[in-house]
C-alpha cells in the first residue's frame, strides 16, 4: 500500500487517489491540424524510467484536486515535484 501527501490534506491512503498518468505532457498547439501520428503520440507513447518520475494525481475521496508528485518506480518513495 502507497502512502500519498496530499498538498493539501496531508498523507492519505493510495485507495483515496486516482493516477492520472505522466506530468508534463503538452496538449498539441494546434490540434486542428495535427497529424494521425501527433496525436498518437500524445494519446499513447509515454516514458517507462526505472528511477524517479513526474506522475500527476486526482485526490478522488477528499479535496478533488489535481497535484504533480515524484515517485521512484522501483521503491515506490514519494517527493513532491519541483
Not at 3 to 8: A, E, F, N, Q, S
Not at 20 to 31: K, R
Not at 49 to 59: A, L, Q, S, V
Amino acid at each position: 500500500m502507497l502512502l500519498i501527501d496530499c498538498p493539501h490534506c496531508g498523507p492519505r491512503d493510495e485507495n483515496e487517489f486516482h493516477y492520472g498518468g505522466q506530468a508534463g505532457i503538452a496538449y498539441p498547439e494546434t490540434p486542428a491540424t495535427a497529424t494521425d501520428a501527433e496525436w498518437a503520440e500524445y494519446v499513447f507513447l509515454r516514458d517507462n524510467p526505472k528511477g524517479w518520475f513526474d506522475e500527476r494525481w486526482f485526490h478522488v475521496h477528499g479535496c478533488r484536486t489535481w497535484f504533480t508528485l515524484r515517485r521512484h518506480t522501483v521503491t515506490h518513495e514519494f517527493w513532491k515535484a519541483p
